[in-house]
């Protein structure tokens, strides 16, 4: 019976088609993202450059979401799927192009990761908000949230563990080319789906539709101080990722393969995150969790941050996982379970902009305060900042819930 609560979700026929397709997909995924950081640092020895790179790849989301946002309350999200998963698929092609015939040059990764983040700056609000229209039951909408955070998570235990052994046997440019064919699994799900169009806001002028969701988003508090904590946490935490490559060559002293592992204990964690939340029956109490999440978090980040051991450092990074996806999939699920469907697609640019657009800029510091202090004191520093953050919220916490418990109440109620 537990099991079946937990995949309940998966009982909706286009949720199940998307889940079979982008379970293969986001391997794919996975893999580029780390053989693209292995990449940049073989080609250039250099921290900051890493930073640069992840810049490059999220600052067209912050620039572009708003627009995506206010496209996905008035076009068919079905549509605009299907544009950037092809999109995407022509980047990894054109990189492992390049890769595989020794052409490629650090400009051409940056601009690449521009196409994408590009790309990525579409594609995250309307995918976000597209769930909605695969679950016929609303009141089964945090658990597809759950399952999908399953998902991107369980590509993310396997992608860059076979990324790993794979640039150590043939090279990276095996990795682009492997994510490049499994977007052909997205798209023939995306085309196998029957999709009934979600109501659309009414067409005006972009500014105007951005401006409304910007004052709903500040007029209800809740909402507000969940994106302004994840923006904080893109912002203070999340740029551990960029600096992996460092910590896997030159603290641990290992390869290609110890960054897969590094990478993949962090999918584990995520992985047992995800799990846990697919098991809640609804969007109460998930403060708390938020915040237990954050402290976990905070924590494992900082003792990652001082590891010499391979072995302490996998379990280290299995705990940043677990926090990081247990606080960004419950925030998605009160996002969701809390906003008005005619603005969904905005709320979730706004998110996007949260996830993506202050990463960037995460990216960029961690880049060069790591060439300046080093990577660990780089990480510790952002931790501490994050839980400061995560320590306002709590504090605020009651007076959130106060808010958030008739909407709740309201959308849950059958």
């Known amino acids: 019976m537990r099991s079946l609560l937990v995949l309940r979700a998966l009982h909706h026929r286009n949720f199940r088609l998307f889940f079979a397709g982008q379970s293969l997909s986001l391997i794919g995924t996975w893999m580029q993202r780390l053989a693209l950081g292995w990449l940049v640092y073989r080609l250039t020895d250099s921290p900051f450059l890493l930073g640069v790179v992840g810049f490059a790849g999220q600052i067209p989301s912050f620039l572009l979401a708003p627009v995506a946002g206010v496209l996905a309350d008035r076009v068919r999200r079905h549509r605009l799927l299907l ?29 690449l990761a521009i196409w994408l983040g590009a ?3 579409f594609d995250m609000p309307v995918r976000q908000s597209f769930l909605i229209e695969m679950v016929d039951d609303r009141r089964d909408l945090g658990n597809a949230i759950a399952l999908n955070s399953t998902m991107v998570n369980g590509a993310r235990l396997i992608g860059p563990t076979v990324a790993g052994l794979l640039i150590a046997a043939v090279g990276e440019g095996v990795c682009f080319l492997i994510n490049g064919v499994s977007y ?86 995520a992985l047992a995150g995800a799990w846990y939340l697919a098991s809640r029956r609804t969007a109460a109490g998930l403060g708390n969790v938020i915040v237990a999440a954050s402290a976990v978090f905070g924590g494992g980040l900082v003792g990652f941050a001082w590891s010499r051991s391979l072995a302490l450092s996998l379990v280290m990074i299995a705990l940043v996982g677990f926090g990081q996806i247990v606080l960004f999939a419950a925030s998605n699920t009160l996002l969701q379970t809390l906003v008005d469907d005619d603005k969904r697609g905005r709320v979730m640019s706004f998110y996007t902009m949260a996830f993506m657009g202050f990463g960037p ?6 880049g060069a305060l790591a060439q300046r202090w080093g990577a660990p004191w780089t990480l510790t520093a952002g931790a501490a900042l994050f839980l400061l953050g995560a320590a306002r919220f709590l504090n605020r916490l009651p007076a959130l819930r106060a808010l958030a418990r008739p909407v709740l109440q309201a959308h849950e109620s059958p």
Do not use: C, K
């Open 361 to 366: 800029l995460g990216n960029l510091a961690a």
């Open 119 to 121: 790309i990525n700056g």
């Open 184 to 269: 052909l699994a997205v798209i023939g799900s995306l085309l196998a789906m029957r999709v009934r169009p979600a109501a659309a806001e009414p067409a005006g002028p972009m500014l105007r539709g951005f401006a409304a969701g910007l004052r709903y988003v500040a007029g209800f508090e809740p909402i507000l101080a969940l994106l302004l904590l994840l923006a904080l946490l893109s912002l203070a935490g999340l740029p551990y990722t960029v600096l992996m490559p460092v910590f896997a060559r030159d603290i641990l002293q290992g390869g290609p393969d110890a960054l897969g592992f590094l990478m993949g204990a962090a999918g584990v964690g």
């Open 83 to 111: 544009v950037t998963q092809t999109l995407s698929m022509a980047q990894a092609l054109v990189l492992a192009g390049l890769v595989l015939t020794g052409t490629i040059q650090i400009w051409h990764v940056i601009a």
